[in-house]
């Protein structure tokens, strides 16, 4: 039987926790784990934990766990958890930071979520605003289906739902700055 060092895993564990915790500025002690959070959660039915318990893994020091569940992939951060919990937990901000952390230590879960987060960041900081057009364009093809929504296109184009030329917002530079703000904070995963 292999002789295993605690101490050391459990000080790496305490620090992933703490990190997590700085990064969404939410205090794992906080939850009681009433799984409020996890009855609420409209995704639930499709994660491997429930959001209750991806805090109780953080809280317990098995961060790595968590970082490889899909649970902080799929969530919507709909806030439904977040109203419900009488502690007032904002688990979306701790999902994020897990999501985060997990994308830092390529640990991504679900390819495509983080295909169409990137690409969707990518569109907020070039337009200010989502190019529904592009985003559909640049997220099939970085996902391999070419044209998988391709017969849709023609329909919405002449209808005037979609446009092949972008919109940008006036000021594009003062959003363009948050995105800089947020990178030099060690955000920004694109």
């Known amino acids: 039987m292999e002789r295993v060092e605690l101490s050391g895993v459990l000080r790496g564990n305490r620090a992933l926790k703490e990190q997590v915790e700085a990064a969404s500025g939410v205090v ?19 994660m491997d934990y429930t959001p209750r318990q991806v805090i109780r893994l953080l809280q317990l020091g098995l961060g790595e766990e968590a970082l490889k569940s899909r649970t902080p992939w799929l969530c919507a951060s709909c806030q439904a958890c977040y109203t419900r919990c009488p502690r007032e937990v904002n688990l979306p901000r701790l999902m994020e930071a897990v999501r985060q952390e997990a994308r830092r230590r390529g640990l991504i879960n679900d390819r495509k979520v983080d295909v169409f987060d990137q690409a969707f960041l990518k569109s907020l900081e070039r337009y200010g605003r989502a190019h529904e057009m592009g985003l559909i364009i640049q997220y099939n093809l970085q996902t391999g289906q070419p044209f998988k929504d391709a017969l849709m296109g023609p329909p919405l184009l002449l209808k005037g739902k979609i446009s092949p030329f972008p919109a940008k917002i006036k000021n594009i530079n003062q959003v363009k700055e948050i995105f800089d703000r947020v990178r030099q904070k060690g955000g920004g995963g694109h």
């Open 28 to 46: 794992l002690s906080d939850c009681y784990q009433c799984g409020k959070c996890s009855a609420g959660c409209p995704v639930a039915f499709a």
